[in-house]
């Protein structure tokens, strides 16, 4: 049901329901992410924030059991941190915090940090987004030792100035 545009949008929020209750998809991990991931690059803004949720969910639950799908969700996500939609990039944010608790492709993560650094450049940032970014790179500082995270708090200094 996610290729149907009437349908794909109640389809997300059923999969996210299912995800969230004790049944175990363990099994259907790789199908589900791989079907879902194409969905971030849609126009629609609410297919994009529930495809999010989605991915969010199943990499919160079942995370250990999807290594495989783990770059591709984020290689797909980096590519939708724009500041032309903060919402969608709070969301996306959520998700790269999730992320960097995994062993993930070492460019594909430094991709994703010189995204949220451009992000950094926006004059359109509200406090939400700031505070998103900050746990992105905090749980990057926290778990991911892959990761030269100081060159890039250093890049990160010299753009936001914090009074």
């Keep these: 049901k996610l290729k149907n545009d009437m349908k794909r949008i109640a ?10 209750s004790s049944c175990g998809l363990t099994n259907y991990c790789t199908s589900i992410v791989k ?6 690059s849609k126009s629609d803004n609410n297919v994009k924030l529930n495809s999010l949720q989605v991915l969010n969910s199943f990499v919160e639950k079942y995370g250990n059991d999807m290594k495989p799908t783990l770059n591709d969700i984020l290689l797909s996500t980096t590519n939708i ?43 359109f940032l509200v406090e939400k987004t700031i505070l998103k970014i900050l746990e ?16 890039y708090i250093k890049v990160l200094e010299k753009k936001v100035s914090i009074t």
Aim: charged share 25%; net charge negative.
């Design 11 to 20: 389809s997300l929020r059923a999969i996210n329901r299912i995800c969230a």
């Design 35 to 40: 079907s879902v991931s194409p969905l971030l």
């Design 81 to 123: 941190i724009t500041a032309e939609n903060l919402q969608v990039a709070d969301y996306a944010l959520d998700l790269l915090s999730k992320l960097t608790k995994f062993k993930l492709d070492v460019d594909a993560l430094n991709n994703a940090i010189e995204k949220v650094i451009l992000l950094t450049e926006s004059s």
């Design 136 to 151: 992105f790179f905090s749980s990057l500082a926290k778990y991911n030792t892959s990761v030269d995270y100081e060159e």
